[in-house]
C-alpha cells in the first residue's frame, strides 16, 4: 500500500511512510529519502541533525479526496562552516 502510495504522490524524493483517511480527508505521512543535507554555504554533505520540525502541507487532491501531506522538516548543521 505504501508504495503505491508513493507512486501515486509522484515525488522522486519522498517515500510515503503511512496513510489515515479521516472522512473525505487522506493524511499522508511522507518522509525524505535522503538522510543528509548538502550544506547550501559551502557544498559541504552533513548528517548531523541539528532540528526537526513537522508541517502539514495542503497538497492536490485525489479524486473527491482532500490531500494533506505530514512533512517532517529536517535541519542539519555543517561540521565545516558550523550553520544550520
Known amino acids: 500500500m505504501k508504495r503505491i502510495m508513493t507512486q501515486l504522490l509522484n515525488l522522486p524524493e519522498l517515500?510515503?511512510?503511512?496513510?489515515?483517511?479521516?472522512?473525505?480527508?487522506?493524511?499522508?505521512?511522507?518522509?525524505?529519502?535522503?538522510?543528509?543535507?548538502?550544506?547550501?554555504?559551502?557544498?559541504?554533505?552533513?548528517?548531523?541533525l541539528h532540528q526537526n520540525q513537522k508541517y502539514l502541507v495542503k497538497d492536490l487532491p485525489m479524486g473527491d479526496k482532500e490531500v494533506i501531506l505530514n512533512l517532517n522538516r529536517r535541519r542539519f548543521k555543517c561540521k565545516k562552516c558550523r550553520k544550520t
Open 15 to 48: 517515500v510515503v511512510e503511512s496513510s489515515v483517511k479521516e472522512g473525505l480527508t487522506l493524511f499522508l505521512s511522507v518522509s525524505k529519502k535522503e538522510k543528509s543535507a548538502v550544506c547550501p554555504h559551502c557544498g559541504t554533505k552533513s548528517e548531523h
